[in-house]
Antibody, heavy 115, light 110 residues
């Protein structure tokens, strides 16, 4: 059974940094598309970033230059390093992945950016 | 940047049929946009029902189908059930590998 478990969310001041983790079981992160999607409170879904199996990464304009996606292949974990956080980054962050980018989803982790 | 449009809300009777659509500000939606359809119930993570226009996952109920219709991507629900009440999002891919979600359709089964 495929399972994705996000962690690392919390309350952070504007300008701060957080690193989100997505631990996968049941499939291999490095051999699949892995995506981050976020959802601000009461709002719709927003695509954030993707990493292809070959290692190429792509970012939404709203986070490019501030967020970095990486993988720990040994431990089968996906990371999202978030720097220079803004109030508008407040959201539940979902990890998703699979043979196609959104096959399986985690339960999400809440990031709140506030002073 | 493109804008992806969906109906804000729709209502369907139990057992009835409803079609949700997904349009693009750049023109007709084609299979090259690799349309996705996701379902999200309150308090839950989204789950993908349809990918690449009309492909279903093993967990996708047979009553859901995806297609292209009139220049848009479409999700048709035939034989609506109370448990289908949810928010539905489409996702379209554009050049540069940066897909865009639609604003979502709130489907009521009533």
């Amino acid at each position: 059974e495929v399972q994705l478990v996000e962690s690392g969310g919390g309350l952070i001041q504007p300008g701060g940094s957080l690193r989100l983790s997505c631990a996968a079981s049941g499939f291999i992160v490095s051999r699949n598309y892995m995506t981050w999607v976020r959802q601000a409170p009461g709002k719709g879904l927003e695509w954030v970033s993707v990493i292809y199996s070959g290692g190429s990464t792509y970012y939404a304009d709203s986070v490019r230059g501030r967020f970095t996606l990486s993988r720990d292949n040994s431990n089968n974990i996906l990371y999202l390093q978030m720097n220079s956080l803004r109030a508008e980054d407040t959201a539940v962050y979902y990890c998703a992945g699979g043979v196609s980018p959104l096959d399986y989803w985690g339960q999400g982790t809440l990031v709140t950016v506030s002073s | 940047q493109a804008v992806v449009t969906q109906e804000p809300s729709l209502t369907v009777s139990p057992g009835g049929t409803v079609t949700l659509t997904c349009g693009s500000s750049t023109g007709a939606v084609t299979s090259g946009h690799y349309p996705y359809w996701l379902q999200q119930k309150p308090g839950q993570s989204p789950r993908t029902l349809i990918y690449n226009t009309n492909n279903k996952h093993s967990w996708t109920p047979a009553r859901f189908s995806g297609s292209l219709l009139g220049g848009k991507a479409a999700l048709t629900l035939s034989g609506a059930q109370p448990e289908d009440e949810a928010d539905y999002y489409c996702l379209l891919s554009y050049s540069g590998a940066r897909p865009i979600f639609g604003g979502g359709t709130k489907l009521t089964v009533l």
